[in-house]
Each structure stands twice: as structure tokens, then as C-alpha cells.
């Protein structure tokens, strides 16, 4: 009898199996741009990110830079042979089928390469300009449009499978998994925008011409806004009617919320997020209909991107730079703490002015005004940096700060902390104001809000109190 083969040399990790490349036409030929692995793919593969039943797997996944027309080359050595119901995992199949490649994808490298020899260098983004800036290399252009633009949609096909790869958690939207099509099918395409960041450069078969490269990209969804209806008159006007004609849903009230966000990685670390995330956060900000600009459950990279970008532009509006803890406030021990901000009672009006989404603007400003503690108890990272001595007025400032935040991380864990006793509620509240103390301090040394050195910067203790116990209650600031 046969000795049964060792399974585990027929297993490949998924992540490395994977390359992703951007490929440039020349007249030459394809010109490699860059190439690189994906964060996750247990999306596609599933939770072990394994893929059974080859030796030396490569999946070769290819995007022409311009127009991100993807192409996909597996290629092994041996291949297990199927013992009962052991066989191989189809790669093939399970890239068309969950991670929803167009089927263009899977065309010969032959017909890849000549068709991109002849799409030439007069091809521009989809949709409109947006915005143009310069870049530390390069010119840089924004591109917007929406789904309903048959080549937003096709392009919005074609690199949907980033997101899942290098966002987890993320997910497809508007995705026709059957072909590279370009018909729309979905009945809110004209509510999702996309926002395509692209890197242009002078072509390299014509320095007079202009090539584009793929760098990022964003989308934004439009949900209705409700506002409460005016007091209707005393006399009602029995004259009125229904307005004549259709109704163009883009003038109502949205609130309008950023989904997805990413920036391949070889892109990534010079800037570039910042800057297409303050585009699109200007261009909402000035959008008449929108009243409230939301993030998509973000992660922590973004959350910090999202952070500073806020304060910055925060500062830029005089009624928000002028906010600052009164120090005439009393607090005692027992009753209602008052107004802990000097001109707290415009705080709602700031906000509105500014659409940014409350537990944001409060974190933001929470930041804002601890940057402004004197430097006896502002909150810092390096424990080697000298302090001088508190006085009174300090220790009155900073308890004032102390409970602004907890005053926040109550009321949004509200019903946590009314299931446990109070001596653990008060711990559970020193707990996680700790981890928000030195969340904002490393955030301020790192984009130069404070004199701490940011290369010190380093992250302790988030928001939620991870280093908790997971057996104790846990509280978080999400």
C-alpha cells in the first residue's frame, strides 16, 4: 500500500501566492510600475488564507495602469492529485466567484499585452477633473463621477476587489461579478461617487504626452437627511399643491458618507491620503445639500488620517479656534457639571457649520483643547521629558478636561456602565480616559501640534482599553 503524501507541502499561503502588479504600455512592451502582496485573503480563500493542492503557486493578478483592465496568470509546478474528496482548491474558480474578477481578466496574456500596446496616450480618466495639485514627484489629478457613468462602473468592477484585500472587513458595491460590463443596474448608481486619484506623468513614448497611473481611491454614498418640518401656520393655506414636474433627488438634504478609502501601497506614506481625503471633504463641505459628512466604520489607519485633517481645517474656522475651558467653572463633587467650554453654548451652531458628525467634532475638539493645557498636565508620551510643577490653576484645568472627555465616554457607554457598580465604573472610566490620553498626545507630537518629538510617538493604549481585561467589562470610545 502507497504511503499516504504529506498534505501540508501541498499548502501555499495565500498572501504570498498573490502578487499584484501595475503594468504600463511602452513601445517596448508592458513597463513594471510596481508590484506587491495584499493585506488579507480570507475573503477569497477563506479564514487560513491557504491555498491546497499546488507546489510553488503564483497567482500573477495584473492591472494596466491607466485604466486598471485586470489580468490573471496562475502558474505552479506540480498539482496534487485528487484522493477521494482531497483535490485541489479551483484558484481559477474562486476568483471569479468570490473574489468577482471580470471575466475579462482571464483572456490570454497574448490579447492583455497587444491591447494595451494599442489604447495609446490620449486616454484620460473617467468622469470629470476634479482637482489637480503637485505632488513630491509628480502632478497629481482627482477624477470624479458616479455609477451611473457606464465607465465609472466598469472601472469601479474592475478594482472593487482591493478593497476586501487591503481593508478588512471591506465590501463590494455595485459589483456585476458575470462580465466586464458596463451596463448599470442599480437603481441608486447617480447616489455613489467615486473620487479616482491618479498620478500623471509625461509618457514615455512622447514626453509632449501624458500618461496616468492608478494610485487611490474613494467612494462616497448620499443617504437622505431628515429634518424636522417646519411649525405649520395657524391657518392652514388650503391653496397649496404638489409641486409640478419630476423632482430631482440630488437637491434634497443628504447626509453624505465616505464608504471606502484606499491608497495602494506602493503610494502610500507620502501624503497622497491626506490630500484626496481634504479634496473630498472641501468639495462636501461647500456641497449645499449635504449637512453632515460621515465616515464608514473607518479603521485605525484612517481614523488618524481622518483626525488630523480635522483639526487642521477645524483651526482654519475662527469660531472653532477660539474655544478653550473656562477656567471661571466651578465643578463640586455632587450635581450637573456646567458648561466645562467658554462659549460651549455655540458648540451645536459650530458643528453644524462645519458638517462634521458629533462624536467627531467632540473628539476633535477634545484634542484642540488639550493641546492648549499648560504644560505641567498636558498628557505626553515621553516619560523622559521634563515637567515643571503643577500649580492650582493647572490641576484646576486639567480636571476640567478630564471631565469633558468622561462626560463624552459616558454617555456613549452609557448602558455598559449602568450594569456594573459604581466603584467599577468610575475605574472603567479612569481606564479608558488613560488610553485617550495618550492616543491624542501621540497624534499631536506626530503631526506637530505639540513639542513632543513624533518620532516617540508610538501607540499604548486605544480609545476602547484593549489591554483590559476581555473577561471584565469592557468599554470603548468607538
Not at 2 to 29: K, Q, R
Not at 159 to 174: A, D, K, N, T
Not at 207 to 224: A, D, I, L, M, Q
Amino acid at each position: 500500500m502507497a504511503a499516504l503524501p504529506d498534505l501540508e507541502e501541498w499548502l501555499a499561503d495565500s498572501n504570498t501566492a498573490l502578487n499584484i502588479s501595475l503594468v504600463s504600455p511602452t513601445p517596448s512592451g508592458l513597463q513594471l510600475i510596481s508590484t506587491f502582496n495584499p493585506s488579507f485573503t480570507y475573503p477569497i480563500f477563506g479564514e487560513d488564507e491557504k491555498i491546497f493542492g499546488y507546489k510553488d503557486l503564483k497567482i500573477n493578478l495584473r492591472y494596466r495602469a491607466n485604466d486598471m483592465r485586470p489580468h490573471v496568470q496562475v502558474s505552479y509546478s506540480s498539482k496534487f492529485k485528487p484522493i477521494g474528496e482531497t483535490e485541489p482548491m479551483d484558484v481559477e474558480g474562486m476568483l471569479k466567484e468570490d473574489a468577482q474578477l471580470p471575466d475579462i481578466a482571464f483572456g490570454k496574456a497574448a490579447d492583455f499585452e497587444s491591447n494595451s500596446q494599442k489604447l495609446g496616450d490620449d486616454w484620460t480618466p473617467p468622469g470629470e477633473l476634479h482637482a489637480t495639485f503637485e505632488g513630491s514627484d509628480e502632478t497629481y489629478e482627482i477624477w470624479t463621477g458616479t455609477l451611473a457613468d457606464p465607465a465609472i462602473k466598469q472601472l469601479n468592477n474592475r478594482i472593487q476587489l482591493l478593497i476586501p484585500l487591503f481593508i478588512e472587513g471591506g465590501s463590494y458595491i455595485g459589483q456585476s461579478s458575470d462580465s466586464d460590463s458596463t451596463e448599470t443596474e442599480m437603481p441608486d448608481a447617480d447616489r455613489w461617487t467615486l473620487f479616482l486619484l491618479y498620478r500623471k506623468q509625461p509618457s514615455s513614448a512622447d514626453p509632449e504626452k501624458s500618461s496616468y497611473v492608478f494610485v487611490g481611491y474613494s467612494t462616497v454614498y448620499r443617504f437622505f437627511y431628515f429634518q424636522p418640518p417646519p411649525t405649520p401656520p395657524a391657518s392652514p393655506n388650503h391653496d397649496w399643491e404638489l409641486p409640478q414636474g419630476d423632482l430631482d433627488l440630488a437637491q434634497l438634504p443628504c447626509r453624505t458618507r465616505l464608504s471606502q478609502f484606499l491608497i495602494l501601497p506602493p503610494f502610500q506614506g507620502s501624503g497622497l491620503g491626506a490630500r484626496l481625503y481634504k479634496s473630498i471633504f472641501e468639495h462636501y463641505h461647500k456641497h449645499p445639500q449635504t449637512h453632515e459628512l460621515t465616515i464608514e466604520n473607518p479603521n485605525e489607519a484612517f481614523d488618524e488620517l481622518r483626525d488630523a485633517c480635522d483639526l487642521k481645517f477645524l483651526r482654519t474656522v475662527p469660531e472653532f479656534a477660539a474655544l478653550r475651558l473656562n477656567p471661571e467653572v466651578k465643578v463640586g463633587k455632587k450635581g450637573l457639571i456646567p458648561q466645562l467650554i467658554k462659549g460651549g453654548e455655540n458648540l451645536e451652531a459650530v458643528r453644524a457649520k462645519t458638517k462634521i458628525a458629533p462624536r467627531q467634532f467632540a473628539r476633535v475638539l477634545e484634542m484642540h483643547v488639550m493641546s492648549q493645557l499648560p504644560d505641567s498636565v498636558r498628557p505626553r508620551i515621553d516619560p523622559d521629558e521634563n515637567i515643571p510643577s503643577k500649580t492650582a490653576a493647572d490641576r484646576h484645568l486639567e480636571r476640567l478636561w478630564q471631565l469633558l472627555v468622561k462626560q463624552r465616554l459616558y454617555r456613549h457607554n452609557r448602558d455598559v456602565l449602568a450594569q456594573i457598580e459604581p466603584s467599577e465604573r468610575v475605574e472603567k472610566l479612569g481606564e479608558t480616559l488613560l488610553g485617550v490620553e495618550l492616543e491624542y498626545a501621540r497624534l499631536l507630537a506626530a503631526h506637530g501640534s505639540v513639542s513632543v518629538s513624533a518620532a516617540k510617538a508610538k501607540r499604548k493604549l486605544d480609545d476602547d482599553a484593549e489591554s483590559t481585561s476581555s473577561k471584565r467589562t469592557r468599554m470603548d470610545d468607538e
